[in-house]
């Protein structure tokens, strides 16, 4: 079992940046692929960033050059350093954890979300 808990979020201008925490519980973190998603309103969940156990990563296109996913595996944290925000990143973002590669939409865990709101 792997418990995950999001912080950082919150209102940004466009241009502005947000670090994303996701704190994970459990000694087997270093197992797990790492990721976040993330939901605007009347659109469905989308894949941001994902990271591997040997920290391989990838990134949405929408995305790339702007964010930057890295993971500590001695504190069992993940983080996406979101810069040059833009109003369309505007959603609410999730930490997910599953044993797969890339992370699926179906990922085993999640955390419980955390606003990111972009001002133009």
């Known amino acids: 079992q792997v418990q995950l808990v999001e912080s950082g979020g919150g209102l940004v201008q466009a241009g502005g940046s947000l670090r994303l925490s996701c704190a994970a519980s459990g000694r087997t973190f270093i197992r797990y692929v790492m990721g976040w998603f993330r939901q605007a309103p009347g659109k469905e969940r989308e894949i941001v960033a994902g990271i591997s156990r040997t920290s391989t990563t990838y990134y949405a296109d929408s995305v790339k050059g702007r964010f930057t996913i890295s993971r500590d595996n001695a504190k069992n944290m993940v983080y996406l350093q979101m810069n040059n925000l833009k109003s369309e990143d505007t959603a609410i973002y999730y930490c997910?954890?599953?044993?797969?590669?890339?992370?699926?939409?179906?990922?085993?865990?999640w955390g419980q979300g955390t606003q990111v709101t972009v001002s133009s």
């Open positions: 997910a954890a599953d044993s797969s590669f890339p992370l699926p939409k179906s990922s085993d865990y």
